[in-house]
């Protein structure tokens, strides 16, 4: 692969210089050893033993050094979001930030938004910055220049496979003929942009449409609109999401859903990240067969991600609070997952997950208990395409026969961001 960062070695010296601020010898001791680690060009190591140092760290040089680390190491998505961090909480680091920012997004092969990070580097105010930043987008293109203003951002992914459950019942209570198992092809996508003016406000669209072959009564459509509002504070980062979304089910009208979400970030040192999650939602009916569904969600999802070498784990607690117009389908929720995600190599990346989640409901019917297993690969084509597989299994054990069930879904597909 062609590395497109020439000028990635003075920002490291200028890095490393800076004087860590560190609240403990064990974390000055960790920052010297993760150094002398960095100068072997062990940065598995370094990257190690700047982590170690992050919880006693006030100041920039750990999370920069952390950065920069992942960028040497391939993990670009993950130097992507260190370097982001970085520049929202020290602004006197913009410019380098942004800088380093735009070259892991080069790295990850996400032009356009590397272009963007280069606009706000040559815009933060440092000269020797700003001449770099000017290279890069010489090199990028015409018409890239500091005045361009962000565009347009999406993903699309079309994927095709198979589903041996779509309604997610015992196969012997399905009437005499209607298959369980069919193949399908799905469509997914979403775009957005951020809206002019201080608020870092962002509108976004989206939506998913599902066609299964032998099991057209589950056939989907959905499309949502959503504005997202963000804040920081500190280490603190908040976002405040109003959405609407209206769906089909079969090519009958179906629901509609209104509602607000939040979100909460927060490094706690060490790597490990904090994430929050709580949403409500008002969902109607859009044809009286489905006025049973009307009523109300609330959700709560709390998430912790730890990054190891060249991958990351992830643990999370769902809760979910159904309110519909029937009691029968009425529930609360709650889910466990573990996930682990690693990259292999530069191109390919692996993740897989297990949840458990028990559901119980408000008329006394039984309670469920679904235990899924989730696997999948991603391969980076190149020019912002990517190829993907996805397996899940799932098994539910409840406690009316009918409901007990297990199912299997395979798909592949190919995506692009742009």
Known sequence: ???RLPRLAPLVLIACSLV??????????????ASAAFERGDYANALTLFEAARAGADGPAVPFNIGVCEYKLGRYVEAEAEFASLAERFPSMRALAEYNRGLALLGAK?????????????????????VLSAERLAELGPG???????????????????????????????????SAGSPLV????????????????????????????????????????AATFARARGPW????????????????????????????DRPLGRGLRFNAFAAYADIG???????????????????????????????????????????SVSSTRRRVVLGYRRGVGADWSLEGAVAYRRTSYDKPSGDERLTEVLVSARRALGHDWAFTVDYRRSDNDADLTEFTYSADRIAVGISRAF
């Open 285 to 327: 009916s859009l044809e009286q067969q489905y006025d049973a569904l009307a009523g109300a969600r609330r959700q709560l999802r709390l998430m912790l991600t730890q990054p190891v070498t060249r991958g990351r784990f992830t643990a999370g607690l769902e809760l979910e609070d159904n309110d519909r117009a029937e009691a």
């Open 144 to 178: 890239h220049g500091p005045s361009a203003q962000p565009s347009w951002q999406g993903f699309i992914q079309l994927g095709a496979g198979h589903d041996d459950n779509v309604a997610l019942v015992d196969e012997v209570a399905l009437p005499v003929g209607q």
């Open 186 to 225: 799905e469509l997914f996508g979403f775009g957005g942009r951020a809206l002019a003016g201080p608020a870092r406000a962002r509108l976004d669209f989206g939506g998913y449409v599902v066609r299964y072959a032998d099991a057209p009564q589950f056939d989907e459509n959905s499309l949502n609109v």
């Open 1 to 3: 692969m062609v590395q």
């Open 237 to 264: 980062s908040f976002d405040l999401t109003p959405r609407y979304e209206r769906s089909t089910l079969g090519g009958n009208p179906f629901e509609s859903e209104t509602g607000v979400a939040v979100r909460v």
């Open 110 to 130: 996400h032009d356009a938004d590397a272009r963007a990070a280069f606009n706000a580097a040559s815009a933060a105010g440092d000269p020797k910055i700003a």
């Open 20 to 33: 860590p601020q560190l609240s403990s010898a064990a974390d000055v001791s960790s920052f010297a050893a």
